[in-house]
């Protein structure tokens, strides 16, 4: 089993930062990729960024040039930089992570962060 843990979420005022972590932990071997999703009251999820094991990242539209995501391998541990926020962007921030447990690949989702924007 595999569990992910997020942090970092809160209330920040418009034009804000926040940095939220992800840390996973559990049966391992590799996480493939690492990624941010959020979900806004009445909306679907969508996707916030990705990054590989090997460092390559994508971002939605949305947030390039504001959010950077990073990880650190040795640490099962992801980042997500948030700059110049909006509020609109209040949302739930979920972490997800693809991991080979050495027999298969299976998607795994934290509990989420809540990220308010508001003055």
């Known amino acids: 089993q595999v569990q992910l843990v997020e942090s970092g979420g809160g209330l920040v005022q418009p034009g804000g930062s926040l940095r939220l972590s992800c840390v996973a932990s559990?049966?391992?071997?590799?996480?493939?990729?690492m990624g941010w999703y959020r979900q806004a009251p009445g909306k679907q999820r969508e996707l916030v960024a990705t990054i590989t094991s090997g460092g390559s990242t994508n971002y939605a539209d949305f947030v390039k040039g504001r959010f950077t995501i990073s990880r650190d391998s040795a640490e099962k541990t992801a980042h997500l930089q948030m700059n110049s926020l909006e509020p609109g962007e209040t949302a739930v921030y979920y972490c997800?992570?693809?991991?080979?447990?050495?027999?298969?690949?299976?998607?795994?989702w934290g509990q989420g962060a809540q990220v308010t924007v508001s003055s």
């Open positions: 559990g049966s391992i071997f590799s996480i493939r990729v």
């Open positions: 997800d992570s693809m991991v080979w447990s050495g027999n298969n690949l299976t998607p795994y």
